[in-house]
């Protein structure tokens, strides 16, 4: 990824070097904070460019998704930046592709990994190409990320060094997916060979919790083993067979909130949409809860959980922070099982089953996350 300081010549010209050079910083510190917070690696600094790259020193399953949501973090971490009166911008390119990291070079401050090949260069030239805060990725990286942004096809362009147009996109933001495997993968799926067992476990369940007997099911493995893709072949043999699914994702860019998979769906469910002010999401919420109607205090803590301004019309109930926990989770597990009953109530055949999968949500944390979907 390289990342360029719109504008740089026009301030050295404006400003008083010592001025300029507190401005730099500012805009440095704040680069590397973002590409850091996405386990990113920050090689090089160019004056007013940065060279990071994503996948060195240190692999993850989704270095193109970090790199492009690092890319989107920086175009609104350096606009927000106030320093000196002066308003900053950025522009960035991103490529992926194969390259060869070389042993150090220079010293101290100096220090950098050299890379070799021809990702660095492309990624060099789409930055130039991009607009003042945009991100531009070329064509790699884009079939990596799949459907999990919003993209400007920008067609082909002519790149210096490279002898033929190379595609490239502008992303846009992230998108509203509810599930990255659908998001990653497509709905054109290949066929599923070698889990017949798995699959036959799964069914046999499912006839349980529809006699009556509730089951729950954990998958487990590294991420890339085909648990999504068993879920996936699950709902197919359930297609013509009545049931509800709930699903629940975790995402390693959330790890700081333990509820996160919780507050997702609950705004998918509600139907938040990007630009709703908080008062309309509050009224989405009250409408998802009316039916049937949860005790008042579990409203005040489900608002409260989306951080919405919901203290007038909910008051939430004094309590220690230990407390509100466990009662917020009490809440939830009563949402589910409220749903749950009104559904039985409504259709005699609606059975209600539960399949939970687990994977790790990062390969930089030694901990595994849970998402659950539930029928």
């Known amino acids: 990824m390289f990342c360029d300081l719109v504008g ?10 010592e001025d300029l050079r507190e401005v730099l910083g500012t805009y440095q510190r704040a680069v590397a904070d973002v590409v850091r917070s996405f386990d990113g690696f920050v090689a090089k600094f160019m004056g007013d460019g ?4 994503f996948g060195y020193p240190r692999a993850h399953e989704d270095d193109a998704e970090r790199a492009v949501r690092a890319g989107l973090g920086l175009v609104d971490a350096v606009g927000r930046l106030d320093i000196k009166s002066v308003k900053l911008q ?3 390119g991103i490529a992926t592709g194969l390259v060869v990291v070389g042993d150090l070079i220079g010293a101290g401050a100096a220090q950098e990994q050299s890379v070799v090949g021809e990702t660095p260069n492309l990624a060099a030239r789409l930055q130039t190409l991009a607009e003042p805060d945009t991100v531009v990725i070329a064509a790699g990286t884009r079939r990596l990320v799949g459907d999990l942004f919003e993209y400007r096809d920008i067609g082909t362009v002519e790149v210096k060094g490279i002898a033929m147009p190379v595609p490239a996109w502008q992303v846009l933001r992230p998108s509203v997916v509810e599930s990255r495997f659908e998001a990653l993968r497509g709905s054109a799926l290949t066929p599923l060979i070698g889990r017949d067992e798995e699959i036959d476990l799964l069914l046999r369940r499912w006839a349980r919790a529809k006699a009556g007997a509730g089951q729950v099911v954990l998958i487990s493995g590294e991420p890339g083993i085909g648990k999504s893709r068993i879920i996936s072949a699950l709902e197919e043999r359930l297609h013509s067979d009545p049931h509800i699914r709930r699903r629940y994702f975790c ?3 959330h790890q700081d909130s333990a509820l ?10 509600a139907g938040f949409a990007r630009d709703d002010p908080p008062a309309a999401r509050l ?3 009250e409408s998802l809860l009316a039916p049937p109607e949860p005790p008042e205090e579990d409203v005040a803590l489900l608002v409260d959980l989306l951080s919405l301004p919901g203290s007038e019309r909910h008051p939430l109930p004094n309590l220690s922070p230990t407390r509100k926990k466990d009662r917020t989770l009490e809440a939830l597990i009563r949402q589910l099982e409220g749903f ?3 559904q039985l109530f409504s259709s005699s055949r609606m059975p209600i089953g539960l399949t939970r999968r687990r994977a790790s949500c990062s390969t930089s944390s030694s901990s595994a996350c849970a998402a659950w979907q539930c029928y």
Do not use: H, M, N, W
């Open 8 to 17: 740089s010549t026009a301030l050295s010209a404006r400003l008083d070097p």
């Open 251 to 253: 995402s390693p860019y």
């Open 260 to 269: 996160y998979p919780f507050i997702d769906q609950l705004g998918r469910a």
């Open 50 to 53: 940065v060279l990071a790259y």
């Open 90 to 92: 950025a522009r960035i």
């Open 340 to 342: 749950a009953s009104s």
């Open 283 to 285: 009224e989405k919420l």
